[in-house]
């Protein structure tokens, strides 16, 4: 009996598709790649992952946590703020501890005196086609802005992260904004062991020139003496994931409208918060629907599609690029069956490696 709808469909191809990419790009480069665990912790992947990466990054205590007992490698602990009550945890799990700012440093360090403890710098400069994700915003509160702040922690940090990155699939974007970083900090970063320079780059990106990219990191790894990270998320994953949905009722008002079994909100959140349309392929065809989901949203839309032939209740749609920031992001709003998780196997097998029922929507609330 095939799988029912709506379920993740993580395809393992795909995902070693981008890890060949990511390999390419280590050896390349002599830069070290930790996956970002906050686009992406479906862990029943990381044997396959693990090999290809050499550890994870995180941003809470729970995911310092699931990067130590689910991936191994190099566990990187960061956080926007620890408290006082989950500091030692954090610590217990992480090979490195990335602050955010020099306060957080001064509070905590002394307990992470054994560990290579480093800092969160914000260049003031970004790469970001969204406010809401843009680093380098207004009184952004992401990392160390003030040259004075950061000079009175130096003797204790060995390294920076620079996060200001997001959907850069420019290597030349990407360059320039490592010149403008080069320039502002460069008398610092020779002080360095390591430098973290975030995520957002995406270089799995069909096409995307990755030797070039290897060729910028490891000059500036040369130039500043420094072992260079970078903390990929959305491009480990892009492409590697459909959610897999199916038509339960077609109406027309205007236009017509094929209503699935899944909700924007709930099991897409960031087509909503970025205001951005899911995909089909190959979305071609001279039959166009409204795709839209079962919640009481009205913008509860995925998009606006076109088919080859009329939509029918029963037929299944895939909605591509559901691997990062939707897993992590999925939430029982209006009580909307829960997607399933399946891998298809490199041997094609389609393997459910997680179902969700009644029982989880009620231990989610109390
Ligand atoms: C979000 C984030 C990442 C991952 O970003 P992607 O865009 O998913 O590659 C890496 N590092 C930090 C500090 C982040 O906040």
């Not at 795909?14 to 790649?33: H, M, V």
């Not at 959610?243 to 109406?251: A, C, G, K, T």
């Not at 699935?260 to 065809?285: K, Q, T």
């Not at 919640?295 to 599609?305: I, K, M, P, T, Y």
């Amino acid at each position: 009996m095939p799988l029912a709808t709506p379920y993740y469909l993580i395809d393992e191809t795909a995902l070693a598709r981008n890890l060949a990419r990511i390999d390419q790009l280590r050896a390349a480069s002599g830069a070290k790649c930790l996956l970002a665990l906050k686009c992406f912790a479906t862990w029943s992947t990381f044997a396959q992952i693990s090999p290809h990466m050499d550890g994870t990054t995180s941003s809470s205590l729970n995911e310092v946590r699931l990067g130590r007992e689910k991936f191994g490698g190099e566990t990187h602990a960061y956080s926007v703020a620890y408290s006082d009550g989950e500091i030692d945890d954090v610590i217990s799990h992480a090979d490195k501890i990335i602050f955010n700012s020099a306060n957080q440093l001064e509070r905590f360090a002394a307990k992470a005196s054994h560990l290579p403890i480093g800092l969160r710098v914000n260049p003031g400069v970004s790469h970001s086609h969204f406010d809401l994700a843009d680093p380098a915003r207004p009184f952004s509160r992401l990392g160390e802005t003030e040259l004075a702040r950061i000079e009175s922690v130096m003797d204790r940090v060995s390294g920076f992260m620079l996060h200001c990155n997001c959907e850069n699939d420019s290597v030349s974007a990407f360059s320039a904004l490592l010149d403008q970083i080069e320039e502002r900090l460069g008398a610092l970063l020779t002080r360095l062991d390591w430098v973290s320079l975030g995520g957002g780059i995406h270089f799995t990106k069909e096409g995307y020139p990755i030797d070039q990219l290897a060729g910028r990191l490891k000059a500036f790894a040369e130039k500043f003496g420094v072992q260079v990270y970078l903390e990929p998320g959305d491009t480990v994953v892009t492409d590697t994931t459909t959610l897999e949905v199916s038509v339960l009722d077609i109406i027309e008002n205007g236009k017509p409208v094929a209503i699935v079994d899944s909700a924007v909100e709930a099991h897409m959140l960031d087509l909503l918060v970025y205001r951005e349309s899911a995909n089909v392929a190959p979305n071609a065809g001279p039959h166009s629907y409204f795709v839209a989901g079962k919640s009481c949203l009205a913008g509860d839309v995925f998009g606006e599609f076109s088919f080859p032939a009329p939509l029918a209740i029963g037929d299944r749609i895939s909605l591509l690029n559901a691997g990062g920031y939707t897993m992590v992001k999925k939430n029982w709003f209006n009580g909307v069956g829960m997607p399933a998780i399946a891998i298809r196997r490199q041997n094609g097998h389609i393997e459910t490696i997680r179902a969700f029922d009644y029982a989880d929507y009620v231990a989610s609330l109390s």
